[in-house]
């Protein structure tokens, strides 16, 4: 049973820094690509990043690039993301997604999610 679990949400000022965490149990990973989408009130979840566990490979979305890093530590079986120069519209619950299948993980499709972790950026 694979296990997600985000923590590192928040409430931060416009321009501030936030980094999550995506702790994955239940399997080894080494295999496994993994994500971070988010939903904001009313809105359709979006995908932030993704990073490919073998070899580290990295997709982000046009909104967040040059402004969020995704990393991975294989020792800890843990996904991180670096978010920096918050925006209002950063505003929105994290999750953190797993899936063997790489396409699955970029198009929402994964089959393992966490439950979120809430991040709040006040102007």
């Known amino acids: 049973q694979v296990q997600l679990v985000e923590s590192g949400g928040g409430l931060v000022q416009a321009g501030g820094s936030l980094r999550l965490s995506c702790a994955a149990s239940g399997r080894t990973f080494s295999n496994y690509a993994m994500g971070w989408f988010r939903q904001a009130p009313g809105k359709e979840r979006e995908f932030v990043a993704a990073?490919?566990?073998?070899?580290?490979?990295?997709y982000y979305a046009e909104s967040v690039r040059g402004r969020f890093t995704i990393s991975r530590e294989a020792a800890k079986n843990t996904v991180y993301l670096q978010m920096n120069s918050l925006k209002p519209e950063d505003t929105a619950v994290y999750s953190c997604t797993a899936d063997p299948v790489e396409w699955k993980i970029t198009s929402g499709r994964s089959a393992y999610w966490g439950q979120g972790t809430q991040v709040t950026v006040s102007s």
């Open positions: 990073i490919i566990w073998s070899g580290g490979r990295t």
